[in-house]
């Protein structure tokens, strides 16, 4: 919704499309992710719904291991995408708390129609 009225900047715009957003902290230990290759895991995550939008960031770097991709797969289901830019297997480090950004908007809005 746009603002209007006086003393109102009319570029202000109220956020209504994302009423709900919480930063998770979750002790992950993530599976070895082969050589030269990205994969997908999934972790269990109560509270998560289909629809909900998930950013994921680790707490370490690790030569060659990224993270490339995060999303809810499912209802309670973190997603989250793992690229592994080297010519040996690398495991995440075991036992670190991830940081979850999660935010659930309240419709989704499509192409044009806002």
Known sequence: RWLSGSGVNAMSYVLGNLPKQALLSITLSPAAVSANTTA??????????????????????QAGLGIVGSRVSAVNTLAITFS???????????????????????????????
Do not use: C, H
Not at 42 to 59: E, H, I, Q, S
Not at 91 to 113: C, H, Q
């Open 40 to 61: 997908e895991q999934t972790f269990t995550v109560n509270g998560l719904l289909a629809g909900d939008m998930a950013l994921v960031t680790k707490p370490t770097a």
């Open 84 to 114: 592994n830019n080297t010519a040996g297997s690398i495991t995440p480090t075991a036992a670190e708390t991830y940081l979850v950004l999660v935010s659930r908007p309240d419709r989704t809005i499509t192409d044009g129609n806002f």
